[in-house]
């Protein structure tokens, strides 16, 4: 029913656009009574995105069970989830990204599903960098970066029309906040003896710290 | 006239709370007509926010004409033009937060006024890293992370309800992002001969890439 809903919408807002298309509209299309649509999407936006929901409260569990995870890529994995969510439909993704843009409204509303993941990856750093100097602070800003990384490639991908691969894309987006401020552990390195741990490097004082990251990572081995 | 009519609503809204408060009660308190409000403002939430438009002017402004300065922390100055909006008049910085909190429209406002600082900052970002590598998603990530740290500090500033040195804590705050993505020039070290640019270090593979970090930068004499 919920399906049925969602796809009469979706069919009614493409066909007569977002804000002529009624909740009569929509219900008489998936022959079901008024009161059957508000009792699956509390508005018209909601039937625009009906697996967000279902998207956050896999986050949610997602995270509360990552406890043992690096933080940072414990939030990489989270925002994952989300991009399966778009990845896995591409033609109703792209379909929908171009409606987004012409819809002020649906992109209001976008704007708070986004800061919803956002605020639940904050909450899970939170706890998890509780006892550490600066601990709030750092989490929301690795979260705003981890969501922002992974808008950036997800939104590339939608602009493309669903061309090439979203996952590989969100991945390399992902590695620059990972390397900025993820775990630089190589997991294969748990006997590495301790000469490998001595770098030796030449830096310039006027290089920006991001430039200076590059050269510890490719002296780690990392890049 | 613009003043007069922000000052009336504003006052409205905390006497008899937001939704309860009509443009037809603002007017009548500041004694003009129902059309002068709308030519000042678009709504009853831009009242609550009369200062945001001339500040994205501002920090508009200020963008275009730092060409010169290192982009981090250009944009990290442009946030500065914000808190200072706020940090002005602490009162009604105050009062208006605890409002927005209790008011779901307004927090959704606030969410698109934050989102414009952002963008503004992320497109002056990509300007400035039009020829670098992955430059659009550096842009957007570090403008993200410059949002999210001072959004941190203002936040908590807020919440104490305009205790301490707002201007400190962001500073502080945002230090973190220049940490981990700015320049990490000390402006006095020009004439620093070879021997200042050899670090040696040690590192573990398996330290995280943040304190990986904060080991350069004590190296280096910055933190």
């Given at each position: ?87 896995t439909n ?78 590989a894309a ?41 430039r200076v ?11």
């Amino acid at each position: 029913m919920r399906e049925v809903l969602a796809k009469a919408a979706f069919q009614l807002f493409l066909e007569r656009g977002f804000e002529q298309t009624t909740v009569d509209d929509i219900v008489a299309r998936a022959g079901v009574g008024r009161r059957s649509f508000f009792r699956y999407f509390p508005s018209k936006e909601d039937a625009v995105f009906p697996d967000h929901e279902s998207c956050l409260a896999d986050m949610t569990a997602f995270l509360e069970a990552a406890d043992d995870a690096e933080p940072v890529d414990a939030v990489c994995d989270a925002a994952r989830i989300v991009l399966r969510m778009y990845a896995t439909n591409p033609e109703f993704s792209v379909q929908r990204y171009r409606l987004t843009q012409e819809v002020p409204g649906l992109r209001t509303y976008e704007l708070s599903v986004v800061r919803r993941y956002e605020r639940t990856m904050a909450g899970y750093l939170r706890r998890r960098y509780a006892d550490a100097e600066d601990g709030s602070l750092r989490a929301e800003v690795i979260a705003a970066a981890v969501v922002a990384a992974h808008n950036n490639a997800l939104r590339s991908w939608l602009r493309s029309g669903g061309e090439g691969d979203a996952e590989a894309a969100v991945d390399h987006a992902l590695e620059l906040v990972r390397n900025g401020w993820g775990s630089a552990a190589a997991s294969g390195d748990a006997g590495a003896d301790v000469d490998d741990d001595v770098v030796v490097m030449v830096v310039s004082k006027r290089a920006p710290m991001w430039r200076v990251v590059q050269r510890v990572e490719s002296a780690l081995g990392q890049d």
